[in-house]
Nanobody
Framework: QVHLVESGGGLVQAGGSLRLSCAAS????????ANWYRQAPGKQRELVAG???????NYEDSVKGRFTISRDNAKNMVYLQMNSLKPEDTAVYYC?????????WGQGTQVTVSS
């Protein structure tokens, strides 16, 4: 059983920054791919950023240059540094990781950006 816990969400003014963390615990050996998704009210969940085991990264166009995904393999942690936040970044942010045996979701953390 793998358990993911996100943290770091909150309320921030436009232009501010937040750092989201995702802690993986349980029967997880090695994170191959880690992604951050978000879901705003009334919208579909969308991929925001991803990182592979080789540290290749990809970003949704609207967050390029503002968000940075990173990982700490020794700690089974995944991070999302979010700078220059905009009201349209308001959503629940979810961590997703893929190891050799399957994919796992966290419970989500709320990010609210006020204008």
């Amino acid at each position: 059983q793998v358990h993911l816990v996100e943290s770091g969400g909150g309320l921030v003014q436009a232009g501010g920054s937040l750092r989201l963390s995702c802690a993986a615990s349980g029967s997880i050996f090695k994170i191959n791919v880690a992604n951050w998704y978000r879901q705003a009210p009334g919208k579909q969940r969308e991929l925001v950023a991803g990182i592979t085991s080789g540290d290749n990264t990809n970003y949704e166009d609207s967050v390029k240059g503002r968000f940075t995904i990173s990982r700490d393999n020794a700690k089974n942690m995944v991070y999302l540094q979010m700078n220059s936040l905009k009201p349209e970044d308001t959503a629940v942010y979810y961590c997703y990781v893929l190891d050799d045996w399957g994919g796992y979701w966290g419970q989500g953390t709320q990010v609210t950006v006020s204008s």
